[in-house]
């Protein structure tokens, strides 16, 4: 295992990738629900590297062997689209939930890439993550796609044997799970998620079981 780089939060400039790169940010994930913590992230990761856009990637089937209770990818697509609407920096990319099936990064990326080829993807995970990167389908030919980019989480070391940078954000111990645990003792989640994605959820009833 190889210590992971220290983040580089200098600005960067055209001539870093060329001047005809656009670099883009991607955070894909269940958003089970979404919540603030997914848009602080993608705030301060794009900040810091300079980023164009963030991308706001809802998977359809995670390739996780770990049970989560998940609701419908129409729902979560639509909670993803209510957190990041005030944002014109955020964007929505709803490739692997028209694909259908099992998300697995690497056909997403593949994917964009040919679609934009003038894309340089900054892939953004949380250091929970990081661990698993050995697990990921086709690892190897990923990160020679993509830069990985490590936000830190409490109790998970910055190590990993792929190339990864890591950028410090505050340490917001907030987690889907966490809020799902919370309606189903039906506890308030405000300040947890967006106004509009806790409004949604109680209209719809999610998460009630």
């Known amino acids: 295992m190889q210590t992971v780089r220290e983040p580089q939060v200098l600005p960067m ?7 005809h790169r656009r670099r883009i940010g991607i955070l894909g994930g269940t958003f089970n629900p979404p919540h603030l913590g997914h848009l602080i992230i993608a705030e301060q990761v794009a900040d810091q590297l300079g980023l ?15 049970h989560k209770d998940s609701i419908a990818a129409s729902d979560r697509k639509q909670m993803v689209a209510l957190s990041i609407e005030n944002n014109p920096l955020f964007e929505m990319e709803k490739c692997e939930i028209e694909r259908g099936g099992i ?3 690497y056909d997403s990326i593949k994917f964009l890439k040919e679609r934009h080829p003038d894309y340089e993807i900054y892939f953004i995970i949380g250091g929970d993550m990081v ?5 990921w389908h086709k690892i190897d030919q990923l990160v020679k796609m993509v830069h990985f980019v490590g936000v830190a989480r409490h109790g998970y070391p910055k ?17 889907s799970t966490l809020i799902r645990q919370k309606l189903s003792q039906h506890c308030s989640i405000r300040y947890l998620v967006p106004p509009a994605v806790e409004k ?3 209209e719809r009833g999610l998460y009630n079981d």
């Open 103 to 105: 998300s697995y990064t």
């Open 200 to 202: 949604y959820i109680k």
């Open 159 to 175: 190590t990993s044997q792929y190339p990864l940078m890591w950028v410090d954000i505050p340490l917001i111990e907030i987690s």
């Open 52 to 66: 164009e856009r963030v991308f706001f990637m809802p998977d359809d089937t995670p390739p996780h062997v770990d």
């Open 131 to 135: 661990a698993y990167l050995p697990k």
């Open 13 to 19: 400039t055209e001539n870093d990738f060329g001047g």
